[in-house]
């Protein structure tokens, strides 16, 4: 306790000195405490249900299976299954204890009056079971439930209860409309379960069975290839991964025989080929299902690795000042000496100082950690759905976090100046501690060689920061192959209010035509698939001419678009035509492909007059081409072109909803207000869901390049900041030690510009000597991060030397002041203070 009272009462005699350190440490401890809750939330917390290690996510990998495939946020499209095989394996789940399907989906929810648009997650009976879940009240769903002739009950979750309904308990037992279906509602689902996708929060829970309930027209639930949903199972007691897979293929092949048998009508022998060669694997599923997790696994990684050099930058800088201030009680250390404390004790005493200071830096970094936390999840919120499922409070597994990496810091960089500043008590008498210099030789080496470690650790990060900044410039400004000035778009659902497909349809038509026509429009249209959304719709192609060796790969994007799309949209037209009315008629079965298509399966024939075979769930259906366009992009702005051929918008077969594009002359919020009282004037209860401009759209889908880049931005310049401080530290202290030199130099002649020369050149040879050790680890975190690089190459060498010319700025201008009073020195008051 005696060490503690000393240390407070040392340090609070430099309290500069003390605010500083433990600023930078709090800097530093807060950058690592918010990333790695980040890092925590998303790629290391376990679901909140009985025995997560044993859960297991099912998959076909390499699978060619043909059919419609609807992929969504839970995985690719190797993870989707057609509900007849979830109940084919559901009854046989042989290697599994338990197996589940589950599928969460877009939903209008009205309560008492309250209508608001969120998810509703599917789920077959066994699911809560699966999971080991409790109510929070009333009951889960149950087998029982899942049947064809079960009612229509719903299980809300406890957020969705809390925050939408208040916590009433006397919710149990009432209605709730979803997708204009009456539901009765069951129960809470268990406090904290949010289910088990990352990037998805369902706010209720129903029998999957009721699928065709929520998409009205949608009639293909007993369709062997529809895929749609997602499998998760629970391994047996004792089984190996393997084991349980072998035996779960045991049951998974009668059932790939029992899909053959029942479509060999409508395929044939190389869809037999493909389909019986497919085989499942088991993934561990204790973390959720989710592809947005393989996403954010390198950005958050990379992050991660980022907060670690800027908290050993604060360190370094912390153990440079700490050093210097050992030195400077040389005479205090030596008069304990005298007085018989031993070199243990000084040590312990150095050491509790820093542990101080870290614990001071650790209670400033909670604060900014958490701030920083709440503005990083508001910031993923905007811009990515996962930012939907991370909370931005610290829980206490993030402040034990703290407290570690607090208490690491603390050893870290007070374990040398506590031994310096013990040999230095050891070493020097109480008169020599008087009378010698405030700083040893051997001190100022190790503090030039922190610096220069902060220098090398600065480079570090400053040239990945560059090469993200290159990346968002280019994405910001990728062709995406058509005109996205004054563009806005939105979509609407009438499918989730309860329309009838026809009915879709003719609010379809009468919105476009008033989009078309209010004041300051310059077009309208619209398509089935959105832009830039990430959401894929594909077909395999059959044509004549297409080799044998080449169906792995006939498989082509999908979209259907109103008549004079493509004209409204800018993308221009390299051959024949576009869609017209007439293209819109009954038994008309044209097509329009764009330029990719027709290299693909034409081989740079005249794609024209052409024709190709796709299979819809109403049978196969040729289609004639009668137009070519440029590519444009599809589901991303990093993708290559797609291939991609285009219907009638009124003749496509998913008309469930629509995407709206509109440009216009009008500011943006009088146009939004159009747009609003457009759709309100044909359905007051229909929302306007994605209402944003392309650029606004554009920046969503390149979220994790625009976190990425303020956040390492951000560290980097920190980083920078703090070698700065370090690295003005080091020259002050020398151009101090070095007075009487200095003064004995200008005595005998020498310009004050060659004084300031030599305090520059200190300057240039720590910074030369840091940028050489901190290239080639920049270089190779560039390297880690080339996924997430666009449009440069991770060695650019421009991005380099841009980074080396600004650290270099920075070292000079934190070399100005200490180089001007060097160069304003007074000989005769620099020999008589010696």
């Known amino acids: 306790m005696s060490n503690f009272k000393l240390a407070f009462r040392v340090l609070a005699r430099t309290p500069f000195l003390s605010l500083v350190v433990m600023l ?34 099912v998959t076909a990998p390499g699978s060619q299976r043909a059919g419609m495939k609807a992929v969504g946020v839970s995985g690719g499209d190797d993870a989707v299954f057609s509900y007849p095989m979830l109940r084919g394996l559901e009854r046989n789940p042989r290697g599994l204890a338990s ?26 009976g066994g699911f809560f079971e699966l999971l080991g879940l409790r109510a929070e009240m009333g009951r889960l769903i149950e087998p029982a439930d899942d049947r064809g002739a079960g009612e229509p009950v719903v299980v809300l979750s406890y957020d969705y209860w809390q ?19 009456m539901f009765t509602i069951v129960g809470v689902a268990q406090r904290g379960f949010e289910g088990v996708t990352l990037g998805e929060k369902p706010e209720l829970f129903l029998p999957i069975t009721f699928k065709p309930v929520m998409t009205p027209g949608w009639d293909a639930r007993e369709e062997w290839d529809v895929y749609w949903v997602y499998l998760l199972g629970r391994t047996k007691p004792g089984w190996s991964r393997e084991r349980a897979e072998a035996e779960l293929n045991g049951a998974y092949v009668p059932l790939l025989e029992e899909q053959v048998r029942t479509a060999e009508q409508k395929r044939g022998e190389d869809y037999r080929r493909r389909l019986l060669g497919t085989r499942l694997q088991l993934a561990g599923g204790g973390l959720g299902a989710s592809q947005l997790r393989d996403d954010l696994k390198t950005p958050l990684s990379v992050l991660m690795i980022c907060a670690a050099l800027v908290l050993l930058i604060a360190a370094a800088n912390a153990a440079s000042l700490m050093l210097a201030r050992a030195e400077e009680r040389r005479r205090e250390m030596a008069i304990r000496t005298a007085l018989g404390a031993g070199r243990r004790a000084k040590i312990e005493q150095v050491l509790v100082e820093a542990l101080l200071l870290s614990a001071g830096g650790a209670a400033l970094g909670i604060i900014l950690g958490a701030w920083t936390l709440d503005g990083l999840v508001a910031l993923m919120a905007s811009t990515q759905r996962a930012g939907e499922t991370i909370s931005g409070r610290l829980d206490p597994l993030m402040l034990a976090f703290t407290a570690a990496v607090s208490l690491a810091t603390g050893v870290l960089f007070g374990i040398y100046p506590a031994v310096a500043a013990a040999r230095g008590g050891e070493s020097a008498s109480m008169n020599e501690a008087a009378w010698g210099s405030s700083t040893s030789a051997r001190g100022a080496r190790v503090r030039r060689i922190l610096v220069g470690a902060q220098v090398a650790l600065s480079m570090t990060l400053l040239i990945p920061m560059g090469l993200f900044l290159k990346t968002l410039v280019e994405l910001t400004r990728a062709d995406l192959g058509i005109r996205r000035d ?39 249209t619209a398509s089935v698939m959105p832009m830039i959304s990430g959401n894929l719709w594909g077909n395999r192609v059959s044509t004549e001419g297409f080799e044998e060796d080449q169906r792995a790969d006939a498989q082509s994007f999908v979209n259907a678009v109103s008549p004079g799309y493509f004209g409204k949209m800018g993308v221009a037209l390299v051959a024949g035509r576009e869609f017209e009315e007439r293209d819109s008629a009954a038994g008309v079965s044209n097509a329009v492909v764009n330029e990719a298509f027709a290299r693909h399966f034409f081989a740079g024939k005249n794609p024209l007059g052409r024709t190709f075979t796709v299979r819809q769930r109403s049978g196969k259906r040729q289609l004639q081409i009668v137009g070519v366009v440029r590519d444009t992009k599809y589901a991303d702005v990093r993708e290559p072109a797609r291939r991609v051929f285009y219907l009638p918008r009124e003749q496509a077969e998913i008309v469930g909803s629509l995407v709206y594009y509109v440009r216009s002359r009008l500011p943006l919020e009088t146009t939004f207000r159009q747009i609003r009282s457009i759709v309100r004037e044909h359905d007051p209860d ?30 980097a310049i920190l980083a920078t900041l703090l070698a700065m401080l370090g690295l003005y530290g080091v020259v002050s202290n020398s151009v101090t030690r070095r007075t ?23 300057v240039g040879w720590l910074t030369a000597a840091g940028m050489a050790v901190g290239v080639p680890m920049a270089l190779w975190l560039a390297r880690y991060s080339q996924s997430q690089l666009y449009g440069v190459e ?12 600004c650290l270099a700025l920075a070292a000079a201008a934190a070399a100005f002041i200490p180089a001007r009073r060097a160069a304003r020195t007074s000989p005769v008051s620099a020999l008589r203070h010696e």
């Open 163 to 181: 925050s939408k309904l208040g916590g009433r308990r006397d919710v149990l037992n009432q209605g709730i409309r979803v997708n204009g279906r």
């Open 486 to 524: 004054n563009l806005i778009t939105f979509e609407i659902a009438p499918e989730l209010n309860g329309y009838t497909a026809e009915q879709s349809r003719e609010l379809f038509r009468k919105i476009e035509a008033a989009l078309d026509t209010m004041p300051g429009s310059e077009g309208a």
């Open 99 to 124: 197996l589940a399907g589950f599928r969460t989906f877009q939903a209008n929810l009205a309560f008492a009056g309250q209508t608001i648009s969120g998810e509703a997650c599917m789920v077959s």
């Open 686 to 715: 229909l929302p306007v869901d994605s209402l944003r401009t392309m650029d606004e759209q554009v920046a969503r889908n390149i979220g994790n390049e625009r976190v990425i880049l303020q956040l390492s931005g951000s560290f």
């Open 24 to 57: 930078s440490l709090g800097l530093g401890i807060g950058a690592n405490t918010a990333i790695f809750s980040l890092l925590h939330q998303a790629l290391l917390r376990a679901l909140p249900v009985s025995k997560p290690h044993e859960l297991m996510i």
């Open 794 to 805: 991770w060695k650019d060498p421009l991005i380099a030397a841009a980074a080396a010319f």
């Open 740 to 762: 009487r030199e200095i003064g004995i130099r200008l005595a005998l002649g020498a310009q004050t510009r060659r004084i300031g020369a030599m305090v520059f050149g200190e």
